[in-house]
């Protein structure tokens, strides 16, 4: 083995082992990153084993450790403490393999033998809203998972959930038609409408109930409602594009599958769901009840197809998502990167279209949930004047902050200047949010994010545009060069450049991108640390420069493709 993930291929040669060493059904075995220093992996199955075989985890270690094959990569495993199976690897395994790194643009990662067709729900903003910070996250989290997902040799089918349908629609055009103000509107001008109209909604009982036929008529697809629901959805699109393009998120106009597009399939949902004996009727409304969900008094909770109006909603347009998508665009999985407070609301779609048969065994559908972005006082991000803060001001204030942290460059042309403001600017922004555990919360700050020490986008970029300058300086061909390990420093770097496939391995297949981030992170670590210690361009010795050369030039390629797989850009001057 050369290329492809190391662990991996340590864990399939234990399990391989452990066959021959017992009969019984193997657990799956995991090969872990060491921290010890002198040990590059680890394995604990032994330990997990004891009890099963009724025997000292040390003597299974060793029984496993005489019937393992890992002479081409690594020394004799040593059993270590209560029964670990330590693994180093050959240096001259580790050189060989870096070497070939060269001439690899995947850098080792190697493409999945099984592709799947992802339909990816991401961003999904709301039509006649303006996009604020919570839709950030969707979108940016999203984006690199596509990538991941892309990389790694899947079909990847962006699906851009917009809410473009239902009661607020209903609500906006009555509230037009009374107040005839002239057009075109602004996305600004919408949304104050949809607050103007909210509020009318909340206190004027017949201005709510024309609202609610006004629903049911653009559902029935009524010309001149329809025609004033258009210009609202297409300004709205004008401005998320543009929100797009400013974070370098690849989402066009046809990946819009908005709540709009589902409504001719949804009287054939009520109808398929009804066939199939799942829908009871409930206060006027159509209702499915899926297994095991309740409510805080123990009741069934209903999912709601059809409302006692005769009008559909949010559930209704997500079941005929996945019936669309399974049924008429043979996907094979539904990820839904959409906020931790619709995992309720997905679980029951999901158990519902199990039922129906539009989730099949063959089906993923999976809620990769994320935690809220608040603000410095811990809160809901809020501007001072209480409202959501919106996503194209929040952007224009980060290359602002990035075009600061540039201030009194005059060595970059304007030109460049601004372009590497916006590469800095989003790039924080997107770093912060995709570098935490999705599922938890996390706090906006400007200062943290646009650090040049620690975790951080800027820390990347200004690492890898560093060893772009030690190479412009080198000028050198490096096609041929051969990678020397014979100091530890080195050694650990290329260890660390190794290391990407599991990194990419690690943040595909949980969705975690920050697994890339910290990977990244520690990467940058080790060759600054390699830096300080192995002279570069003043080497000495028979290839120990051409060696160095190629170790720094394999690092800026890992930063630059594993910034690439985050959708941040690595400019090769800062
Ligand atoms: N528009 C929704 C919101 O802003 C998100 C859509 C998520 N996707 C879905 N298929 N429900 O909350």
């Given at each position: 083995?050369?290329f492809?993930?190391?662990s991996e291929?340590l864990?399939r040669?234990?399990?391989?082992?452990?066959r021959h060493v017992?009969?019984i059904?193997p657990?799956a075995?995991?090969?872990r990153?060491?921290?010890?220093?002198?040990?590059?992996y680890q394995?604990?199955?032994?330990?997990s084993?004891?009890?099963?075989l009724?025997?000292?985890?040390?003597?299974?270690?060793?029984d496993i450790?005489?019937?393992l094959?890992?002479a081409?990569?690594?020394?004799?495993?040593?059993i270590?403490?209560?029964?670990?199976l330590?693994?180093?690897l050959?240096?001259?395994?580790?050189?060989?393999?870096?070497?070939?790194?060269?001439g690899?643009?995947?850098l080792?990662?190697?493409?999945t033998?099984?592709?799947?067709?992802?339909?990816?729900?991401?961003?999904?903003?709301?039509?006649?809203?303006e996009?604020?910070a919570?839709?950030?996250?969707?979108?940016?989290i999203g984006d690199?998972?596509?990538?991941?997902?892309?990389?790694?040799?899947?079909d990847?089918?962006?699906?851009n959930?917009?809410g473009?349908?239902?009661?607020p629609f209903?609500?906006?055009?009555?509230h037009?038609?009374?107040?005839?103000p002239?057009?075109p509107?602004?996305?600004?001008?919408l949304n104050?409408?949809y607050?103007?109209?909210?509020?009318?909604?909340e206190?004027?009982?017949?201005?709510a109930?024309?609202s609610?036929?006004?629903?049911v008529?653009?559902?029935?697809?009524d010309?001149e409602?329809?025609?004033?629901?258009?210009?609202?959805?297409d300004?709205?699109?004008?401005?998320?594009t543009?929100?797009y393009e400013?974070?370098?998120i690849?989402l066009?106009?046809?990946?819009?599958?908005?709540e709009?597009?589902?409504?001719?399939?949804?009287a054939a949902?009520?109808?398929d769901?009804?066939?199939?004996g799942?829908?009871?009727i409930?206060?006027?409304?159509?209702?499915v009840?899926?297994?095991?969900?309740?409510?805080?008094?123990?009741g069934?909770?209903?999912?709601?197809?059809?409302?006692?109006?005769?009008g559909?909603?949010?559930a209704a347009?997500d079941?005929?998502?996945?019936?669309?998508w399974?049924?008429?665009?043979?996907?094979t999985d539904l990820?839904?990167?959409?906020g931790?407070?619709?995992?309720?609301h997905l679980?029951?779609?999901?158990?519902?279209?199990?039922?129906?048969?539009?989730?099949?065994?063959?089906?993923?559908a999976?809620?990769i949930?994320?935690g809220?972005v608040?603000?410095e006082?811990?809160?809901?991000?809020?501007?001072?004047?209480?409202e959501?803060?919106?996503l194209?001001?929040?952007?224009?204030?980060a290359?602002a902050?990035?075009?600061?942290?540039?201030?009194?460059?005059g060595?970059?042309?304007?030109?460049?200047?601004?372009?590497?403001?916006?590469a800095?600017?989003?790039g924080?922004v997107?770093?912060?949010?995709?570098?935490?555990?999705?599922e938890?919360?996390?706090?906006?700050s400007w200062?943290?994010?646009l650090?040049?020490?620690?975790?951080?986008?800027?820390?990347?970029?200004?690492?890898?545009?560093?060893?772009?300058?030690?190479?412009?300086?080198?000028d050198?061909?490096?096609?041929?060069?051969r990678?020397?390990?014979?100091?530890?420093a080195?050694?650990?770097l290329?260890l660390?450049?190794?290391?990407?496939?599991?990194?990419?391995?690690?943040?595909?297949?949980g969705?975690?991108?920050h697994?890339?981030?910290?990977?990244?992170?520690?990467?940058?670590?080790?060759?600054?640390?390699?830096?300080?210690?192995?002279?570069?361009?003043?080497?000495?010795?028979?290839?120990?420069?051409?060696?160095r050369?190629?170790?720094?030039?394999?690092?800026a390629?890992?930063?630059?493709?594993?910034?690439?797989?985050?959708?941040?850009?690595?400019p090769?001057?800062?």
């Amino acid at each position: 083995m050369l290329f492809g993930d190391v662990s991996e291929e340590l864990a399939r040669r234990v399990a391989e082992a452990l066959r021959h060493v017992t009969d019984i059904e193997p657990p799956a075995v995991l090969v872990r990153v060491s921290a010890r220093s002198g040990v590059d992996y680890q394995c604990d199955l032994a330990m997990s084993l004891g009890k099963r075989l009724g025997k000292p985890p040390r003597e299974i270690a060793a029984d496993i450790a005489l019937r393992l094959d890992v002479a081409d990569l690594a020394e004799p495993p040593e059993i270590a403490g209560p029964g670990f199976l330590n693994f180093t690897l050959h240096s001259s395994w580790l050189e060989e393999r870096t070497t070939a790194l060269n001439g690899d643009p995947r850098l080792g990662a190697v493409a999945t033998r099984r592709p799947r067709r992802i339909a990816l729900d991401y961003s999904g903003p709301n039509a006649a809203k303006e996009m604020h910070a919570g839709h950030l996250r969707s979108t940016v989290i999203g984006d690199a998972i596509a990538r991941l997902l892309r990389f790694a040799g899947h079909d990847v089918i962006p699906h851009n959930h917009l809410g473009d349908w239902g009661t607020p629609f209903g609500m906006l055009i009555e509230h037009l038609r009374d107040e005839l103000p002239a057009g075109p509107y602004t996305i600004g001008d919408l949304n104050g409408f949809y607050r103007a109209a909210r509020s009318k909604f909340e206190t004027d009982e017949d201005f709510a109930n024309r609202s609610r036929e006004r629903v049911v008529l653009l559902q029935r697809g009524d010309e001149e409602t329809l025609s004033s629901w258009r210009r609202m959805v297409d300004e709205s699109t004008r401005h998320f594009t543009h929100v797009y393009e400013l974070l370098g998120i690849g989402l066009s106009s046809e990946d819009v599958y908005g709540e709009s597009f589902y409504n001719p399939f949804l009287a054939a949902v009520v109808d398929d769901l009804t066939a199939a004996g799942l829908t009871e009727i409930s206060d006027g409304a159509v209702c499915v009840f899926p297994d095991g969900f309740r409510n805080r008094e123990g009741g069934p909770l209903p999912l709601i197809v059809r409302k006692r109006d005769g009008g559909y909603g949010y559930a209704a347009t997500d079941l005929a998502t996945l019936r669309y998508w399974t049924g008429q665009r043979d996907v094979t999985d539904l990820l839904y990167v959409v906020g931790t407070p619709q995992a309720q609301h997905l679980a029951m779609v999901f158990a519902a279209c199990r039922a129906a048969g539009w989730l099949r065994e063959e089906h993923r559908a999976e809620h990769i949930g994320f935690g809220s972005v608040l603000g410095e006082d811990g809160r809901a991000m809020k501007t001072r004047a209480g409202e959501s803060v919106r996503l194209s001001d929040l952007l224009a204030e980060a290359v602002a902050h990035a075009a600061g942290v540039l201030d009194g460059r005059g060595d970059l042309s304007p030109e460049v200047r601004e372009e590497v403001a916006a590469a800095i600017g989003i790039g924080a922004v997107k770093y912060a949010d995709l570098s935490g555990d999705r599922e938890r919360d996390y706090v906006f700050s400007w200062e943290r994010m646009l650090s040049k020490n620690g975790n951080t986008s800027v820390y990347l970029q200004y690492a890898h545009a560093r060893i772009r300058s030690v190479l412009a300086k080198a000028d050198q061909d490096l096609t041929g060069a051969r990678v020397l390990l014979g100091h530890p420093a080195e050694r650990a770097l290329a260890l660390a450049l190794a290391r990407f496939p599991e990194a990419i391995g690690a943040a595909t297949a949980g969705y975690l991108p920050h697994k890339l981030c910290t990977y990244l992170y520690e990467t940058a670590v080790v060759f600054s640390r390699f830096y300080e210690q192995c002279p570069v361009l003043d080497a000495e010795g028979p290839g120990v420069r051409d060696s160095r050369l190629l170790l720094a030039e394999l690092t800026a390629k890992t930063l630059t493709l594993g910034l690439s797989l985050l959708g941040i850009s690595a400019p090769a001057r800062l």
